[in-house]
């Protein structure tokens, strides 16, 4: 049978499932060598980006395998560890970043280039509406980070054995439920950005307008390193990341399209199993650093191979049961993305109700793929065998290990979880 995603021509999505579930077509696991070095300035050839390569099931098995080893080699902290950027990513962002040459897009001076370009364009009163929606929305945004917690302890409890007296393990319903809440706050988020970001856009001067259209979408290049625009010092830290993050979406919003915003990169979802932390860390605190875009794919392979047939399968077994989720997703991020961009336009209303509904599901479809991936990597993990444990933490190739916690990116002290009992079924049935 053939699923297809009706999309513009280069994000059509079809991918062939046999009869039992089983995908064809997939190419035998081979031994990339070890896996790239990362270092600074570092710039690499790579297939181009699309939805379809996102959701294909190379992609998918190599991530989902990358964070099975992230989360077996890891520990609860690596596992708090999520860019900023991974939240309230409907705005083209991520495509625009994937899309550059030579994988520029993943250096650590990417965001801060564009976001001070932009800022330079904006008048101070456009500023100020942005700096006002980063100061309301700050302690919302570290919410955000906090809700995600339970469900990380409790995904790494299942992991360790550490279940609730007689439970049988996870309980999917609750799971899904619950990040559907983590992704209705997301959407609330991603609304009233979408509002400020929609009427300083339509306000923009023709003088603006023109500045604009030399900086490119899909070539850095074209982006004059301009400086900070703002100072730094006279806001909080959090409001800062958020401001520059803002400048950034609106210029890739404004100069993307529907596609651009529908678009995610392979790892965007089941983002609870430490694989952030092991590709980024690596990368933090270095200016102009580039992170390899082969790393999840060959480390991922890599971490396949090192597994039995009966092993391996079961991590295949994920993108085959979430297959349909996966095609769900796409075609929820695709809706969600026309609402959004009614901002855009003079006089157009968003349904925000129905905005904010679709995030809830969104969020149910993540919450079941990340069920998936927690109970397939702790059935993996119940079997491998000392030398297989041995060759898994060679493989992670990453001794540093944070002692707290993060907020994103930024370290703190590893916070309470309260109770996770209420994520777990009650009893074996």
Partial sequence: MRLKVCMTPILIVMLTVSAAGAREGYPPLRDPGPPPPRHEGEREKREPYSIEQAVSDRAQINTIAFSGLAFMTGSLGCDTFIPPGKICDHFGFQYMRDVQAEGMGHNTDFLTRIANAMMDILTDG???????????????????????????????????????????????????????????????????????????????????KARLSGLAFGDYTTWPDVGERVDRRSMSHGTHVLLMTYAADMFSWYAGSVEADTYFCPERHATYFGGFYMKDAPAMGRRNYTLSTRLTGDSGERFLDILTPGQREQIVRIVDQEHRHLMDIVTTRRSIAVLLRKNLSPGAVTDTKRVISLFKHYGELDGALSFACAKGFAAVTRTLSRTQKAELVRLRNLEAFPEGAYLYSEPITMPSFGDTDFLFRPSAR
């Fill in 126 to 208: 456009q500023l100020a509406q942005l700096e006002q929606l980063a100061t309301s929305q700050e302690k919302r945004v570290e919410t955000l980070a906090m809700k995600r917690f339970p469900l990380i302890k409790a995904f790494r409890r299942q992991l360790e054995g550490q279940l609730p007296k007689g439970s049988g393990g996870l309980d999917k319903d609750a799971v899904t439920s619950y990040v559907s809440g983590i992704f209705a706050l997301d959407g609330q988020l991603t609304l009233e950005r979408a509002g400020v970001f929609g009427n300083i856009l339509r306000h923009l001067s023709k003088n603006q």
